[in-house]
């Protein structure tokens, strides 16, 4: 199993910007993509990004897309979400994801944009864009 805890999340102001960490253990970690989905009050769980096993390849969400950047240490064991220019709609609970071990391409392609390609969760990360 994978035992997954973010943190960095905080209040923000519009065009303000964070940098999110998700530290995993209890698996090999450079054998999982891994990615961040975030929750909205009253919304549903929606994908944000992911990152591929060695960090080679990368997916967004068309909303974040040229604001956030996903990355990854094996050293570490630890995935980072930079958020910057953000915006009061980023407002959301950000949770990380490891993703299940199928195929675990290289290139992801349309691969792990969803919630139900992932087995295991942290307990999220608030962060408030607001003035």
């Known amino acids: 199993q994978v035992q997954l805890v973010e943190s960095g999340g905080g209040l923000v102001q519009p065009g303000g910007s964070l940098r999110l960490s998700c530290a995993a253990s209890?698996?090999?970690?450079?054998?999982?993509?891994m990615g961040w989905f975030r929750q909205g009050l009253g919304k549903e769980r929606e994908f944000v990004a992911a990152?591929?096993?060695?960090?080679?390849?990368?997916s967004y969400a068309n909303s974040v897309k040229g604001r956030f950047t996903i990355s990854r240490d094996n050293a570490k064991n630890t995935v980072y979400l930079q958020m910057n220019t953000l915006r009061p709609e980023d407002t959301a609970v950000y949770y990380c994801?490891?993703?299940?071990?199928?195929?675990?391409?290289?290139?992801?392609?349309?691969?792990?944009?969803?919630?139900?390609?992932?087995?295991?969760w942290g307990q999220g990360t608030q962060v408030t864009v607001s003035s």
């Open positions: 990152i591929s096993r060695s960090g080679g390849s990368t």
């Open positions: 209890g698996s090999i970690f450079s054998m999982h993509t």
């Open positions: 994801g490891s993703g299940k071990l199928s195929s675990t391409p290289e290139n992801l392609g349309l691969m792990y944009r969803t919630r139900y390609e992932y087995d295991y």
